[in-house]
């Protein structure tokens, strides 16, 4: 008997701690969505100051922006965030959405994030159950959240996310811990070739690009973790949710039909709600079919 086997088996202790837990992942998550984008523009900034061979005396003096420092501070005032002022939600909470030292409104989305992450990870632990691919689904789960918010911010889908989900897809698939391996191999093939086909037909036909390469790495994390078989529910439900948002947000929002909207979001919407219920949506497509 295990140290944790009291908390595993009595449902009433387990998740309410693995919702705190869960929380705090979401805290995390926070800082990534922050901070991943500026570190990649201070990386691409020092490239181009070396290949332009700009001076050291001229190059940028920015703070080195990591994951972990410099340490987290109120972007008005520079009021430095203490650890009771960082417990999730409960210090939005507490501090009633303000800066503790200068009343400065902090935005509700934090929070909204570390609840989302919660409860996402609750239904998924719930779905799988104790086990190896609920652990990994988890992975997966947080990464799909961070890269939303990332894309919905920036339009980026930074490489050192999808990539390493994709590798990781493959990894776990190689020892069938969501499909086989031959399914995940050729899911990541043609959930890439598919958007970058989609793609320059798109620039041949109209001269613009259409959307971003990381989508089409996404997609292909997404078929390496899900298998090529769910590929086509994962394309239909993030097209048909974009266009619907998209033409929402023209109709009524007077978003510009030139403004890009991130593809992103519906795709990792589209991955989830496959993870969650991939038998059954592939159940439901070959039952339409009469495949089987």
Sequence with gaps: MSLFDPILTNPWLFYPLFFIFSLCIGSFL??????????????????????????????????????????????KCG????????????????????CASCGTGISVRYPIIELITALFSLFTFYWFGYGAPA????????????LTVIDY???????NMTLPLLWLGLILNYFGVFTDLGTALWGAVAGYLSLW???????????KEGMGHGDFKLLAALG??????????????SSLVGAVVGITLIVFRSHGR?????????????????????PEILSAWYGYLGVR
């Design 30 to 75: 926070n800082v990534v969505i922050l901070r991943l984008p500026r570190m990649m523009e201070q990386e691409w900034r020092g490239q181009c100051e070396m290949l332009l061979e700009v001076p050291e005396s001229q190059r940028s003096d920015e703070t080195t922006v990591t994951l972990s420092r410099p340490r987290s501070t109120c972007p």
């Design 153 to 159: 911010d920036t339009q980026l889908l930074p490489d």
């Design 79 to 98: 009021h430095r965030i203490r650890a009771i002022e960082n417990i999730p939600v409960l210090s939005y909470l507490f501090l009633r959405g303000k």
């Design 135 to 146: 652990f990994w689904a988890l992975v997966l789960v947080w990464g799909l959240i961070a």
């Design 224 to 237: 390496a973790w899900l298998g090529w078989e769910l590929l086509p529910a994962i394309i239909l439900l």
């Design 197 to 207: 086909s989609v793609y320059w037909l798109f620039k041949i036909v109209t001269g």
């Design 258 to 278: 030139e403004v890009p909207i991130p593809f992103g979001p519906y795709l990792a919407a589209a991955g989830l709600l496959c993870l969650w219920f991939g």
